[in-house]
């Protein structure tokens, strides 16, 4: 495959791509437009780059929002009691039909690669055997990591350990774990260490559903912290939402900076999500709930953002479009200078691949995995702005997914 008259990342240039074995062959800068040949495939100036990562999604959930019953409250813990009513109706057939149609709008909208969470608070852990088997089913389409998420408890829930440590052999590929949540704060701080523990043994990732509370005395991202630097597991372990940081006054957050940059751990934050949870125990001011994704940035600290439900009990809107959750990411917490714009797609595209540890494998370089995007738009900017559509979705040198350009017409506006 030869492409011809894309844009890249940060440059002014169009640039030909040579694919060959699935492989990026040549990257060579053009001095002017191409024509168009049978040979190549001419993009006409749009932005190619690097696919969508979507780092933190409840595939094992999705599409099941008011069955039996809605979140009538809109609270994070509102919305764990209706998927308790829930879980009991899950079956393979369910849970497949569910995920590959929530995989499918993920792709139609230029995602490659998925970190799903699978609660294992079930005996039966169905979610997570179902996602890890879809995972190996569809390897060669697209890129999943399966996270053994104990929704209930870790140490809380009963038997919350051995359905880990079952989670783990049947191959999850990230530990998971969610301290807030636990009966105490001494479960809660436990729970991290135990988390790091199975880490080590199994040799697996780590993120965890981490203070995703207004609460500011929920410190569990201290502890998740001082461990990863401790094990030396640092960037492989990823802390997600910290919604509680948002509501740590400054002092700590100064003290608690120094110990999230030197223990190289990952952020990732779900701004619609996060925004429709939190803050609803506040009357006015009400809190916006996000983790302080700016300042994490400015630190030189890896984040992300992710949309964490699509149409679930704890968020009955999402639609697979990583550009959404982008959007709202930016006017929520303030990134909307030029030269957050300018570097906007990092947040859901290199950011993401760094949580989820394939960087090596993942970006426009010759020698990595011919696997792009074509974006509606020629920068960062432009695809924002506008929301541009993913034309294309290429992998390994073959079309995963082709959109045909929509058209309107003006009848009467002169334009
Ligand atoms: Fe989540």
């Known amino acids: 495959m030869n492409i011809i008259n894309a844009r890249l ?3 002014n240039d169009l640039y030909s791509l040579e694919i060959h074995d699935g492989l990026f062959d040549k990257i060579t800068p053009q001095s002017s437009l191409l024509s168009a040949s049978e040979s190549s495939l ?16 409840h595939l094992d959930a999705a599409l099941t929002a008011g069955e039996p019953n809605w979140n009538q409250s809109g609270t994070l813990f509102e919305g764990i009691e209706r998927w308790g009513e829930r879980k009991p109706m899950l079956n393979e057939a369910d849970i497949r039909r569910r995920v590959l149609k929530t ?26 055997k179902t996602l890890c088997d879809i995972r190996d089913e569809l390897r060669d389409q697209i890129d999943i990591q399966v996270v053994a998420f104990p929704q209930e408890g870790l140490l809380s829930y009963p038997n ?4 880990m440590e079952q989670a783990m052999e049947y191959g999850a590929d990230v530990v998971g774990g969610i301290p807030h949540f636990e009966y105490t704060r001494e479960l809660g701080e436990q729970s991290m260490k135990t988390v790091i523990e199975l880490a080590l043994k199994y040799d697996r990732l780590v993120d965890v559903h981490c203070d995703e509370i207004d609460d500011p005395n929920s410190r569990y991202l201290e502890v998740l912290a001082c461990e990863a630097l401790f094990s030396e597991l640092g960037s492989r372990v990823t802390a997600s939402h910290t919604t509680a940081m948002h509501s740590y006054d400054n002092a700590y957050c100064s003290k608690l900076f120094r110990l999230l940059k030197k223990s190289g751990i990952n952020f990732i934050s779900c701004p619609t999500e996060s925004i429709h949870l939190q803050g609803r125990f506040d009357s006015y001011p009400k809190r916006r709930g996000l983790t302080r994704v700016k300042e994490l ?12 439900s699509i ?7 999402g639609n697979g479009k990583l550009l959404r959750s982008l959007d709202f990411g930016l006017h929520i917490c303030q990134m909307m200078g030029y030269q957050d714009f300018q570097r906007a797609l990092d947040l859901i595209t290199d950011n993401g691949a760094v949580a989820l540890n394939i960087q090596h494998n993942y970006g426009i370089e010759v020698g990595k995995p011919a696997n792009f995007i074509v974006l509606e738009g020629e920068d960062d900017y432009s695809v924002l702005r506008n929301q541009g559509e993913v034309m294309l979705s290429v992998r390994g040198g073959e079309i995963l997914m082709q959109r045909q350009p929509s058209q309107v017409s003006y009848n009467r506006l002169a334009v």
């Open 42 to 57: 001419d993009v006409a100036g749009k932005l190619l780059c690097a696919p969508f990562v979507e780092p933190h999604i």
């Open 9 to 11: 990342r940060h440059s």
């Open 103 to 128: 995989i499918e709008l993920l792709v139609a909208n230029g995602v490659q690669h998925i970190r799903t969470h699978a609660d294992t608070s079930d005996p039966s852990l169905v979610g997570l």
């Open 160 to 163: 919350g350990l051995q359905l």
């Open 297 to 308: 940035r400015e630190a030189g600290i890896n984040v992300c953002f992710a949309e964490d």
């Open 311 to 317: 149409f679930d009990p704890w968020y009955s809107l």
